[in-house]
T-cell receptor, first 114, second 116 residues
Framework: DQQVKQNSPSLSVQEGRISILNCDYTNSMFDYFLWYKKYPAEGPTFLISISSIKDKNEDGRFTVFLNKSAKHLSLHIVPSQPGDSAVYFCAASPFSNSGYALNFGKGTSLLVTP | EPEVTQTPSHQVTQMGQEVILRCVPISNHLYFYWYRQILGQKVEFLVSFYNNEISEKSEIFDDQFSVERPDGSNFTLKIRSTKLEDSAMYFC??????????????FGPGTRLTVL
């Protein structure tokens, strides 16, 4: 079953504009959420995370927002750059400490055009 | 910057053969994982490993799969009798819980397994 959903398979944004990638989840036990970026022929690269006690976490151009009541999170990239073009995966876990499985969405392919 | 490495990058095998996928986790990490991604599908959790024991495993991780940490640096995934549906990208990951802190899993570049 799809516990983490990324309903937009692709997104195209102009360089310098904001990219907003969305993610929904169904399991209310999820407590920790991560975004990974993946280039072709490479493994997922960690971008940013947020635990359920927060509703926002910011790291440079990347900000993740969490709405627990809606079971929704989003990743904002501002300003978007051509090098941001990649597949972005949302992942969730019931625990924030080590040893537990990450549940991944299917990914959103972001294309940033010059 | 420390990184997870995996070998080989691509493995081709015949159905029914055994394969061993190798990973070198980040050196001070204590938790190790295997995930796989079948073409066109999401990344799926297989197993996590800590202190020479399996911590958690998914339904996919049946008796044909096994994991081992044969020495202080390597972490391996063995598939005893490969099936066509085992063809996928296999990712190793590692993490280091600092005790009460949040955990981030760092992934290797993957091994593409092709079963013919």
């Amino acid at each position: 079953d799809q516990q983490v959903k990324q309903n937009s398979p692709s997104l195209s944004v102009q360089e310098g504009r904001i990219s907003i990638l969305n993610c929904d989840y169904t399991n209310s036990m999820f407590d920790y959420f991560l975004w990974y970026k993946k280039y072709p022929a490479e493994g997922p690269t960690f971008l940013i995370s947020i635990s359920s006690i927060k509703d926002k976490n910011e790291d440079g151009r990347f900000t993740v927002f969490l709405n627990k009541s809606a079971k929704h999170l989003s990743l904002h990239i501002v300003p978007s750059q051509p090098g941001d073009s990649a597949v972005y995966f949302c992942a969730a876990s019931p625990f924030s400490n080590s040893g537990y499985a990450l549940n991944f969405g299917k990914g959103t392919s972001l294309l940033v055009t010059p | 910057e420390p990184e997870v490495t995996q070998t080989p990058s691509h493995q081709v095998t015949q159905m029914g053969q055994e394969v061993i996928l190798r990973c070198v986790p980040i050196s001070n990490h204590l938790y190790f994982y295997w995930y796989r991604q079948i073409l066109g599908q999401k990344v799926e959790f297989l197993v996590s490993f800590y202190n020479n024991e399996i911590s958690e495993k998914s339904e996919i991780f049946d008796d044909q799969f096994s994991v081992e940490r044969p020495d202080g640096s390597n972490f391996t995934l063995k598939i005893r009798s490969t099936k066509l549906e085992d063809s996928a990208m296999y990712f190793c990951a590692s993490s280091d819980s600092t005790g009460g802190g949040t955990d981030t899993q760092y992934f290797g570049p993957g091994t593409r397994l092709t079963v013919l």
